[in-house]
T-cell receptor
C-alpha cells in the first residue's frame, strides 16, 4: 500500500520569506500523480500544485514550486515570498485516490 | 475546475439516528465521486468511491452497512450515516474528478456531531 509521510507537524516562516515543506512517499508504481493541498481554517481543500511522475520538470505555480526527486520518493513544496494568506494546513497526497499525509500546519509571522 | 456543493455544512444528531449528506456536482456530470472523513487534527481518509448507477467501492475498514452511499444521478451522491454514534462525529468531505486524473474539486465539507 502507498504511504505518505510529512515529518513536520508545524512550520513557521516570516512574512515575505521562503519556506519548504517536506513530503516522502512509498510506492511501487512508476507512473503516478502527487499533490499538495491547502486547507485553511474554513476546511475547504484547495489544490496548490500537482506533479506527474513521468515529467522530470518540477511543477511551478506562481510562488509555489516543488522539488520532485523520484528516485528518493521525495516531493517537497517551496513557498516563496510567504504571505499571511498562506497560513493553513498543507497536505501532501499521492495517487488518483488521494492518499494523504498527516499534514503540516504553516504559520506566517507578520 | 468543477463546482461542488455539499450540504449540510454542519449537523447535530442524536445517537441512534441516521444522517444524510449530499454532494452535488453543479456544472459537471460526475460518474465518480469520492467520500473522505477527517477526524480533528488528522488527515483525510478515503472512505469510499461512489460510482453512478452501481455500488460504491469501500476502503478497507469502512463499514458499508453503516455508511450507505447512493449515486443515483450524474450530479448527486449521498452519504447516509446510519445508526450514528458519537465515534462517528467527524468532518466528511466529498470530491469529484471531472477531467484528467489529478484534477480534483472538493466540497466544503460537513461537520457531523453525534450526541
Amino acid at each position: 500500500a502507498q504511504t505518505v509521510t510529512q515529518s513536520q507537524p508545524e512550520m513557521s516562516v516570516q512574512e515575505a520569506e521562503t519556506v519548504t515543506l517536506s513530503c516522502t512517499y512509498d510506492t511501487s508504481e512508476s507512473d503516478y500523480y502527487l499533490f499538495w493541498y491547502k486547507q485553511p481554517p474554513s476546511r475547504q481543500m484547495i489544490l496548490v500544485i500537482r506533479q506527474e511522475a513521468y515529467k522530470q520538470q518540477n511543477a511551478t505555480e506562481n510562488r509555489f514550486s516543488v522539488n520532485f526527486q523520484k528516485a528518493a520518493k521525495s516531493f517537497s513544496l517551496k513557498i516563496s515570498d510567504s504571505q499571511l494568506g498562506d497560513a493553513a494546513m498543507y497536505f501532501c497526497a499521492y495517487g488518483e485516490k488521494l492518499t494523504f499525509g498527516t499534514g503540516t500546519r504553516l504559520t506566517i509571522i507578520p | 475546475g468543477a463546482v461542488v456543493s455539499q450540504h449540510p455544512s454542519w449537523v447535530i444528531c442524536k445517537s441512534g439516528t441516521s444522517v444524510k449528506i449530499e454532494c452535488r456536482s453543479l456544472d459537471f456530470q460526475a460518474t465518480t465521486m469520492f467520500w473522505y472523513r477527517q477526524f480533528p487534527k488528522q488527515s483525510l481518509m478515503l472512505m469510499a468511491t461512489s460510482n453512478e448507477g452501481s455500488k460504491a467501492t469501500y476502503e478497507q475498514g469502512v463499514e458499508k452497512d453503516k455508511f450507505l452511499i447512493n449515486h443515483a444521478s450524474l450530479t448527486l451522491s449521498t452519504l447516509t450515516v446510519t445508526s450514528a454514534h458519537p465515534e462517528d462525529s467527524s468532518f466528511y468531505i466529498c470530491s469529484v474528478s471531472p477531467a484528467l486524473p489529478g484534477d480534483y474539486t472538493f466540497g466544503s465539507g460537513t461537520r457531523l456531531t453525534v450526541v
